[in-house]
């Protein structure tokens, strides 16, 4: 059992850190601001999920309150730039 977890845990961390280097790719190539916006978040969430399949893989509890700093953080970073793309500013 603990052959088919450790297993299950590279998977992960492997499409984890692939699903970052394509958005990524689209951050940096993407067309539009709003596309890059979107690979923003998308490589926020990632990290946060790189985070918690690693705090498992390790069995430290740091991890789980890195991943919890970096969703509040990608939260409100992705709120404030699609504000700023509406309307200009982000402070009203």
Request: charged share 15%; aromatic share 8%.
């Amino acid at each position: 059992m603990d052959r088919l977890l450790e297993l299950s845990i590279g998977y992960a961390l492997v499409c984890v850190l692939l699903a970052m280097l394509f958005c990524t790719a689209r951050l940096i190539i993407g067309p539009s601001a709003h596309d890059r916006v979107l690979a923003l978040d998308t490589v926020w969430m990632c990290s946060m999920l790189l985070a918690l399949v690693l705090g498992i893989r390790l069995g430290s509890e740091a991890y789980f309150d890195a991943a919890m700093l970096i969703a509040l953080l990608g939260f409100v970073s992705t709120i404030a730039i699609a504000k700023f793309l509406m309307r200009g500013e982000v402070i009203e």
